[in-house]
T-cell receptor, first 114, second 116 residues
Framework: EAQVTQNPRYLITVTGKKLTVTCSQNMNHEYMSWYRQDPGLGLRQIYYSMNVEVTDKGDVPEGYKVSRKEKRNFPLILESPSPNQTSLYFC?????????????FGEGSRLTVL | AQTVTQSQPEMSVQEAETVTLSCTYD???????LFWYKQPPSRQMILVIR??????QNATENRFSVNFQKAAKSFSLKISDSQLGDTAMYFC?????????????FGEGTQLTVNP
């Protein structure tokens, strides 16, 4: 089954404690990205990747890091989480010209930073 | 930078009726894609419909169709014969063909409730 898997689905942590949200896709997609969803703001792109070892900032990259060492995996790293990073996070992958095919999303990770 | 605006935070419709969700966007580009995504209470994001800007014909997918007005930069979604399962948050999104990398800009979302 084609899918994007992200973990954990739910996480409560404290300010400053490093955490990683994993994302894996099994569709051999070149493009992967991370979004955060906040009420009234829709989804905003954090980082994106066009292929292995090729990543770039999206619209709200501050406080986040990513890596793309393998095509299937695209982890999101919060080195020192702060309360303003409390949000719902989505990983997505796609193919197609310019990465503008259908986005396949993970099920979301609800993060709370105390 | 592109912006996408959904001016209706909430809408409701009776089952079997038709509803239209509005979306406007701002861009100076000529080649781009527009999308509507649906997020039901399960919070899973699902593609509803996709429109390529160079195509004049409006995209349709079963009960879902769009009214794409390129000059007006408007991309509304019409849902016909609304069903209870259509209850969801709907997001309009813009994707630039000229900026590579799967960079989508989403609107704020419209919460649609279908009433029995």
């Amino acid at each position: 089954e084609a899918q994007v898997t992200q973990n954990p689905r739910y996480l409560i942590t404290v300010t400053g404690k490093k955490l990683t949200v994993t994302c894996s896709q099994n569709m051999n997609h070149e493009y992967m990205s991370w979004y955060r969803q906040d009420p009234g703001l829709g989804l905003r792109q954090i980082y994106y990747s066009m292929n292995v070892e090729v990543t770039d900032k999206g619209d709200v990259p501050e406080g986040y890091k990513v890596s793309r060492k393998e095509k299937r995996n695209f982890p999101l790293i919060l080195e020192s989480p702060s309360p303003n990073q409390t949000s719902l996070y989505f990983c997505a992958s796609t193919s197609g010209v310019r990465g503008l095919g259908e986005l396949f999303f993970g099920e979301g990770s609800r993060l709370t930073v105390l | 930078a592109q912006t996408v605006t959904q001016s209706q935070p909430e809408m409701s419709v009776q089952e079997a009726e038709t509803v239209t969700l509005s979306c406007t966007y701002d861009t100076s580009e000529n080649n781009y894609y527009l999308f509507w995504y649906k997020q039901p209470p399960s919070r899973q994001m699902i593609l509803v419909i996709r429109q390529e800007a160079y195509k004049q014909q409006n995209a349709t997918e079963n009960r879902f169709s769009v009214n794409f007005q390129k000059a007006a930069k408007s991309f509304s979604l019409k849902i016909s014969d609304s069903q209870l399962g259509d209850t969801a948050m709907y997001f309009c999104a813009f994707g630039s063909y000229e900026t590579s990398g799967s960079r989508l800009t989403f609107g704020e979302g419209t919460q649609l409730t279908v009433n029995p």
